[in-house]
């Protein structure tokens, strides 16, 4: 053994061990799933929230268009029938609302765990991002069970959720996630 430092020996010297440094789309990646998230979490909400306000107008749409009587007069007169399709709408969209906030969440976390940009993570993204964009897809062509401001939250998360699934496979995000692995 000597006492000279390796490079004192003439022998070649391994690089030193850089880390790659992690590149901006990686990061843009990971905001656009947790918009695309926080988008459908907000329109699971929002269903809960309005719930009973939408189950009676689309109840009564539903039982008017069968009676042929208007949406107005079928609410004030009430009645079983009308009590029973509340009741049937209402917990449908409470399904949908718990639907979309768990298919929100699954996105979240994945997307947050994206910043790491490692190739099972991407793929369990993509999932969770089409998943969540099939979701909202129901969610926004819904026209009984839904508003204005439930649609437009919709297709938020949808096209947002398409851009999770490009930028999740771009070169550079690719290059990051070999150059981290090859470490």
Known sequence: MTAYPPAATGLP???PVVAPSRPGLLTGLAGVAVVSALALIVDG???FAGGRDLAL?????TIAS???ASAESVKA???MLLEAALDEVQATLAVRGGIAVFFGVVLLFWGLLALR???????????????AAGVAVRLATDIEGSTAAIRGVAWLAVATGLA????SWLPPVN???????GR
């Not at 107008?57 to 749409?61: I, K, N, V």
């Open 117 to 131: 940009g490692a190739v099972w993570i991407r793929v369990l993204l993509t999932l969770a991002a089409l998943t």
């Open 175 to 181: 290059r990051y996630a070999k150059a981290r692995k």
């Open 66 to 68: 069968m009676t042929g």
């Open 45 to 47: 909400i929002m269903l």
């Open 77 to 79: 007169d009430g009645g």
């Open 57 to 61: 107008d689309a109840a009564a749409r």
């Open 13 to 15: 010297q391994p690089a």
């Open 164 to 167: 999770v699934i490009v930028l």
